[in-house]
Nanobody, 125 residues
């Protein structure tokens, strides 16, 4: 059973930084994708950053140059370093995982089977 547990959310002023982490367990497939999504009330969940088992990455245009996705394969932890945060980045952030997956041509995937419980990020002006 795949389990994902996020940490690191909080409140920060615009221009500040936060690092989210997601502890992943139970992924036994040789290929997989890990991702960060975010959602605000009344809006669809938005994929913002993804990485696969070969460290191929994909980023949404809205976060390029500000957010970095990475993983520690030894510890099975996914990270999202968020710099120069904006008020519009305020959202609930979710970690997601999809076994038997690889990223192609830096295209963000939408189909993920496993989700964490989410962690809130609030950016104030």
């Amino acid at each position: 059973q795949v389990q994902l547990v996020e940490n690191g959310g909080g409140s920060v002023e615009a221009g500040g930084s936060l690092r989210l982490s997601c502890a992943a367990s139970g992924i036994t497939s040789s290929t997989y994708c890990l991702a960060w999504f975010r959602q605000t009330p009344g809006k669809e969940r938005e994929g913002i950053a993804q990485i696969d088992h070969e460290d191929n990455t994909a980023l949404a245009e809205s976060v390029k140059g500000r957010f970095t996705i990475s993983r520690d394969s030894a510890k099975n932890i996914l990270y999202l370093q968020m710099n120069n945060l904006k008020v519009d980045d305020t959202a609930m952030y979710y970690c997601a995982a999809e076994p038997w997956c690889r990223l192609l041509r830096s295209v963000l995937r939408v189909d993920f089977s496993y989700w964490g419980q989410g962690t809130q990020v609030t950016v104030s002006s």
